[in-house]
């Protein structure tokens, strides 16, 4: 059983926690996972194999969010979420 999207939203629940960027690294990749981990509070989903450059992409939109760059803010969700997203 995977308690990590249970973990996420106690975390999120949790006011010292209730602005933390979560990241889902799973080699779970059904549409219901992916669905899951969005609604229990996390920020992207990326499913395994993946390679080191999609997680740096992926730290730099969610990056962007906080702290925009010259080009502005993006919009939460333009970020993709993993190879086939949700």
Do not use: W
């Amino acid at each position: 059983m995977d308690f990590s999207f249970e973990i996420i939203r106690l975390l999120k629940a949790h006011p010292a926690f209730a602005q933390t960027i979560f990241v889902i690294l799973s080699q779970r990749d059904g549409i219901l996972d992916r669905l899951k981990g969005r609604l229990a509070g996390a920020h992207a989903y990326l499913t395994k194999p993946f390679k080191t450059q999609q997680i740096v992409a992926m730290i730099r939109a969610l990056l962007e969010e906080i702290v925009p760059g010259p080009e502005g803010a993006m919009r939460q969700g333009e970020h993709e979420m993993g190879s086939s997203g949700v």
